[in-house]
């Protein structure tokens, strides 16, 4: 995968330099050259981020309202390498008639009383108990649901996570 990543670079950059080239060359207004090459460079920068989504690496996108648990990763706070941890969660997005798509990975700041929740729920799920979680309503009716990667050192979301109830069986 990280061949993939490099060969992915290089073949972005030759097509910026490319473009630089032909915008030298060329007999456009230097601000068409200009706005082709910031173009051309955000592109870059946007399938990067498209891509990085693609090969699996953990999301900060806000998670799912319902969700099925499959997984956890804690990872603690770290005063010597000045890391501030994090959990990542493998979570499926639960719609009212089941899961919706595949599992996805999900990074949230690390916070005490999570951690100890998502412990829980994977000792739960060890001893055969599948876990569903919901994201927690705010005092005034707002989810706690994050704004994604480009948010601004936001708190945690406050979910739960709870044995996934026993399913009910039509009478003979």
Known sequence: MTS??????????????MACWLAAVSRMPVLLKLVAIVLI?????????????????????????????????????????????SLLLWLTTL?????????????????????????????????GHPQIGSIKENDNGESGRGRGMFSIEEPPPDFELRTLPAPALPEK
């Not at 670079?9 to 910026?16: K, Q």
């Not at 891509?51 to 956890?72: I, S």
């Not at 089941?98 to 990975?105: I, K, T, V």
């Open 95 to 127: 719609k009212d008639d089941g899961p919706d798509g595949p599992p996805r990975s999900y990074r949230v700041p690390y916070k005490r009383s999570l951690h100890e929740q998502v412990q829980l729920a994977m000792d739960r799920m060890r001893e």
């Open 41 to 85: 460079g955000a592109s870059d920068f946007v399938c990067w981020q498209l891509w990085r989504d693609a090969t699996g690496w953990p999301t900060e996108e806000p998670m799912p309202k319902n969700f099925l648990f499959h997984a956890a990763t804690i990872e603690e706070p770290d005063e010597h390498s000045g890391s501030k941890g």
């Open 4 to 17: 993939d990543l490099v060969l992915l670079v290089v073949l972005y950059a030759a097509v910026a330099l």
